[in-house]
């Protein structure tokens, strides 16, 4: 299946064949998405008797984290939760009072990465009451808020919250709330027919151990899920913008907007509220990675680029973390995607009459009219303060992104008061009402 030409479907194919013979994965299976459609699908390897297919089960691991969060920003969309406020309020009894749901999402809030049991994913779970039982004071290895430290035991919680909130299992909500009206029918909290056995493979061997898989209760929001190609392939359209109304498109932007990050100034890596973030190839990408005993997946999209690609595969361990860029990169080597043809597009008078130069002080900035009433502020040369802004019923403006997100631009009569500073048509204007009083210029 592929709507992609024979050269790239040939080349995407290659890849994956590689990565299935030299990594030795009993079964691995790919897929890429673009505008919202299944665009290509590759498979190598066996299940049973013949290759993977679409509808071939494997286990998704830690990509339920980022479907249970989609229920939790639902919660805060409806006003039931603030992401501000403290687990206690939702969940009571457990030893992290002051940690909050935001911090839970984005794994800043300091708690043990496993919970205080045998190996979880490899032995049946807990009831959640004995887990919140075991959780003491111990189980917080920072101060909330200070650094990323990847939890498990947070996504535990954090389904409990939503089980508390909607009255039933947090399985059933995400089935209901973000799996059903996506179109992802065949992704279940235990495995259905047919699907993939999840294997270690030996290292020094071309033998096969089976692994184990049990319910894990409690820990389940953690990683439980299982699905196939094709509903991972509608969850990568949803991730790069087909929301269908499971989400608002500025609550999954700020989902993927960086929260933390796992690797200094210069990040690569990061997390946001349920998603991971990467910075490759010139991509910014969201989405997930995912592992349990006997199985992988990941899942990235990239949003401006409406793309996803994904991979699943029944191994635990040994898929290398590049295949999924370098799939993108075959694609955009193959076919890249043309822009946008440009069109003019209707402009009132009076926001047309405010663009063009303006002046912070000395320094000169741009303001031009974007689509939809926006305005875009950026300096005229070199790098400084850029942001948009979309216009508000009382006449103002408001920070979209950059240093000014969140703040209020007014217009002025000649001039611009954004959040107090004094944008004027010429350096420091003296008509303008410019704090400090500024004289005139000199030699």
Do not use: C
């Amino acid at each position: 299946m592929s709507d992609v030409g024979e050269a790239a479907a040939r080349a995407l194919l290659r890849r994956l064949a590689v990565e299935q013979a030299e990594s030795r994965v009993p079964s691995l299976t790919a897929a890429i998405v673009r505008d919202g459609e299944l665009a290509w699908f590759g498979a190598r390897g066996q299940i049973g008797d013949g290759e993977p297919t679409l509808d071939t089960q494997y286990r998704i691991g830690s990509i339920t984290k980022s479907m249970v969060a989609t229920v939790v920003m639902r919660l805060r969309d409806e006003g039931l939760v603030d992401l501000l406020d403290p687990l206690a309020k939702h969940v009571e009894g457990t030893a992290f009072d002051q940690v909050t749901i935001a911090q839970l999402l984005s794994h800043t809030g300091g708690l043990t990465a496993e919970p205080p049991t045998e190996w979880w994913e490899r032995t049946p779970g807990l009831p959640v009451d004995e887990l919140i039982a075991r959780l003491g004071p111990d189980s917080s290895r920072h101060r909330p808020g200070r650094r990323f430290h990847y939890s498990n035991v947070g996504y535990g919680l954090l389904g409990e919250l939503v089980a508390r909130h909607r009255g039933m299992t947090w399985e059933e909500a995400v089935r209901r709330e973000v799996l059903l009206p996506i179109g992802m029918n065949d992704t279940t909290a235990r495995p259905r027919p047919p699907h993939a056995t999840g294997y270690a493979v030996h290292p020094f061997a071309d033998v096969l151990l089976p692994e184990p898989e049990h319910d894990a209760v409690s820990m389940a929001p953690a990683g439980q899920l299982w699905s196939t190609p094709a509903d991972l392939a509608r969850w990568a359209a949803f991730l790069a913008g087909s929301t269908q109304g499971v989400l608002r498109p500025e609550t999954l932007a700020e989902m993927r907007e960086p929260a933390t990050v796992d690797d200094g100034d210069a990040w690569t890596s990061g997390y946001g509220l349920g998603l991971q973030l990467a910075r490759a190839g010139g991509r910014r990408l969201a989405g997930h990675t995912g592992s349990m005993p006997g199985f992988l997946a990941t899942v990235w999209t990239d949003p401006a680029d409406r793309v996803g690609v994904l991979f699943m595969a029944n191994t635990t361990s040994g898929v290398s973390r590049t295949l999924l860029t370098e799939l993108l990169a075959i694609l955009d080597e193959h076919e890249p995607r043309l822009p946008e043809p440009w069109k003019p597009v209707a402009a009132d008078p009076d926001l047309l009459a405010l663009t063009g130069l303006w002046h912070w002080g000395p320094a000169p900035y741009l303001l031009r009219l974007l689509p939809e009433r926006g305005l875009s502020l950026t300096p005229a040369h070199g790098p400084g303060r850029a942001s948009r802004f979309v216009a508000q019923a009382d006449g103002t403006w408001l920070g979209l992104d950059g240093y000014y997100a969140g703040e209020v631009l007014k217009v002025g009569e000649g001039f611009l008061d954004l959040n107090t500073f004094i944008f004027t048509r010429e350096p420091y204007d003296h008509r303008a009402p410019i704090p400090g009083g500024p004289g005139e210029w000199s030699a």
